[in-house]
């Protein structure tokens, strides 16, 4: 009995080794088969990501970045734009714009100047309607969609609307302040190239107005409404709680539309050639009207794509200037 015992004990211990022990035989060719798989499932998931942002990659390199590298190649050329003949003439175009006082000059100082006005008013405007409106006053909901529609319209649209209202002859305001009898503060709204340039920054602050009130309103529901109370409780009145609260609350909001409207306004272009075309004289001539005129209506290819680089420049050094100084305020 006791030998019998011996032995299934020893059988016992050869076909299974230790109690909770896997046998070596086993490990082994389950190693041997799990190695391949893993190794493809590793090699699957670190190709999975590249291949969803695979087509995005392939469309922004055709359609944007292989022509930002064809307009850079084509602005150190003299190109008609149309014929294939393209001659290298290096920095020609670039000196030819950078020469104190010539049109390029002029067209950045526009650009600057509505950049300006309408980066604020459109901010400044945006933000006190949507404090207002955050009362939830009767019609708020209708006052949101009035002044959203003008987004909704195309700026071809508009442009043509209000060309006719600036009209000095039988527009709107002008026929208005004649009703009131202020004559005298009537004007040609977009003949006068003391006020063209403001004319046109009306227009976009008519336009764009709206989107700041929606981003504005849309920040103003992350604020606590706790904040408040503790506000009313200590006494503070509108524009303590406006200055103090709601401004400081409000700065990354503040800066992301900064920063879009300053890339918005060096891609202003539609609004000024459907009104003014870049006039009287070059009171309204912006970068890109002055580059639609030197690639479509003078045939100069090779200059337009050398203003298009100097906008694509300035835009990313605008950019770059307002994130630092975003990041420095946020410290």
Known sequence: MTASADGVSVGKATATGRRGEVPRTARQGRTRVSKPGESMNSW?????????????????GIFIYYCIGFTVATSFTDWDGISDEMDF?????????LTPGSVFWTALKNNIIFMVVTVVIQAGLGLLLAVILKERLRGSNVFKAIFFMPI????????????????PN?????????FLHLDFLAQS???????????????NIFEWMGFSMIIYYAGLMSISEDIYEAAKIDGCGFWNTLFRITIPNLSGTTNTLIL????????????????????????????????????????????????????????????????????????
């Open 44 to 60: 699957q998931s670190k190709l999975r990501p590249y291949l969803f942002i695979a087509p995005l990659i392939i469309l922004s």
């Open 89 to 97: 003439i290096g920095l020609r175009n670039y000196a030819k714009l």
């Open 152 to 167: 909704a319209m195309a700026p071809v649209i508009i442009a043509a609307i209000f060309r006719i209202i600036m009209d």
């Open 170 to 178: 039988v527009g709107a305001i002008n026929e208005a302040l004649r």
């Open 189 to 203: 709204w977009l003949g006068d190239p003391k006020i063209a340039l403001y004319s046109i920054c009306a227009i």
């Open 260 to 331: 879009l409207g300053i890339v918005g306004s060096l891609k202003t272009f539609d609004i000024v050639i459907q009104t003014t075309g870049g006039g009287p004289g070059r009171s309204t001539e912006f970068l890109n009207t002055y580059l639609y005129k030197a690639g479509v209506q003078q045939f100069n290819g090779g200059l337009s794509a050398a203003i298009g680089v100097m906008v694509l420049i300035i835009a990313v050094i605008l950019s770059i200037v307002q994130v630092i100084v975003n990041n420095r305020a946020n410290r």
